[in-house]
């Protein structure tokens, strides 16, 4: 009785009132992307987390909801610093042109507004994480990831797109590096500077739910 007790529980783990939502406008934004941006955008790692975050979302899945945690948290709040600077001071503090494309005319204001789910992304992994605990085989898998995606962005994308960051860091052409040299140093920055100090930040503070 106990057991399905808490088999119950653990399949309520996640609101249906987050479920549908969140569902619904990844229906309407891979659709609007796919058409105004491309497929190529999808490659992106918040568009990529957005997506599997839907899967961690449907099949309560700790390692999935962590592995993007690992993936997105830094680069998440660094976008809304950008962001939200630009919006009170109408410039960019940062230097690196994340968010120039919100107020720009260029694009659609649907695929900007749809864009907004860089605001609350990271807040939904980071509730996913404390709700479902963290699993410290993210480290590992999300730097797998990346060093398959930032291969195939840089092979495949356009370098007019700066799919991440693989032809340069910013607006302006690295010219410290070859192409593929830089890839590979990127391969190593982003685990180190990136996931590694997510993961010890989210292996401190939430503890693996033993029941999931």
Request: positive net charge.
């Amino acid at each position: 009785m106990r057991t399905t007790s808490t088999a119950m529980t653990r399949r309520r783990a996640i609101s249906w009132w987050l479920k549908i939502p969140y569902t619904l406008y990844v229906c309407v934004l891979v659709p609007v992307y796919w058409v105004e941006l491309g497929p190529q955008n999808f490659l992106w790692g918040c568009d990529i987390a957005l997506l599997a975050t839907l899967m961690a979302l449907w099949f309560e899945s700790r390692f999935i909801a962590s592995t993007m945690a690992v993936a997105i948290i830094i680069p998440e709040l660094v976008w809304n610093l950008d962001f939200f600077s630009r919006l009170a001071a109408g410039r960019d503090i940062i230097g690196l042109a994340l968010t120039e494309y919100m107020f720009s005319d260029k694009l659609p204001w649907l695929v900007r507004g749809l864009s907004l789910f860089h605001v609350f992304l990271a807040w939904v992994l980071i509730w996913l994480v404390y709700r479902l605990g963290y699993d410290r085989r993210a480290l590992w898998a999300q730097t797998l990831i990346s060093w398959i995606v930032l291969p195939v962005s840089y092979g495949i994308t356009d370098p007019s797109r700066n799919i991440n960051f693989v032809f340069s860091l910013g607006s302006a052409q690295e010219d410290w590096f070859s192409g593929v040299v830089w890839v590979g140093l990127l391969m190593v920055l982003f685990p180190l500077l990136v996931y590694l100090p997510t993961h010890l930040v989210l292996k401190r503070l939430f503890l693996p739910n033993r029941e999931s």
